[in-house]
């Protein structure tokens, strides 16, 4: 089922630029929750959360397709989605366009590959439906606890509210001994 649990590093990063953009939604929907761990991270930055997933993974959440949802909980939906579903060779980008199409969503965040968006299949969606911001994280996750993967990721968030053309601003990781998560392009 694709589950790669997001360490807190990424979340914080994201709620470290965007909080402000996500608070003006009552409720957070974390759509592919495996074990909470995103869900648990958005809380503890005073987010009230629901969560979603394919399986049940002890974390409380509703256990339903992210397919079978035809109305959303929350407009605002935030996700480490699974790749296989937002890829254009296996999935057809069936996630994104289930998120902006089907659910109407007013906000998306995706934590997704940096190279994502190089698959020539995804032309139309992109063109159609550009993200409105994207946030390079200038480290590399390492969602396994065994050494961090060999690619970089990125936020890549749809804001309705958004005009203009897509946006990239860069993140580094949390460090106590930094100032800024923009690396002092804020």
């Known amino acids: 089922n694709d589950f790669e649990p997001t360490p807190p590093e990424p979340t914080d990063a994201l709620v470290a630029a965007e909080g402000a953009i996500i608070r003006r939604f009552p409720l957070v929907w974390e759509m ?31 256990i339903r397709s992210f397919y079978d949802f035809g109305d959303a909980p ?11 579903q937002v890829n254009w ?3 057809r980008a069936r996630w994104l366009t289930h998120a902006l199409d089907v659910l109407d969503l007013d906000y998306l965040a995706l934590l997704l590959p940096w190279s994502w968006p190089g698959a020539a299949g995804l032309a139309g969606i992109w063109a159609r439906r ?9 480290w590399r996750i390492d969602f396994t606890g065994m050494g961090a993967n060999p690619s970089n ?34």
């Open 130 to 138: 550009p993200p409105s911001r994207v946030y390079l994280m200038r």
């Open 32 to 62: 592919a929750c495996g074990d909470g761990r995103m869900m648990r991270d958005l809380a503890r930055h005073g987010f009230d959360v629901v969560g979603s997933d394919l399986v049940d993974r002890g974390c409380g959440a509703t």
């Open 89 to 91: 060779q296996n999935g």
């Open 74 to 84: 929350s407009k605002c939906g935030i996700t480490n989605p699974p790749f296989d």
């Open 153 to 186: 990721h990125a936020w890549w968030i749809w804001d309705k509210t958004w005009t203009g053309e897509t946006v990239l601003r860069m993140l580094d990781r949390v460090d106590p001994a930094q100032t800024s998560l923009f690396g002092g392009l804020e």
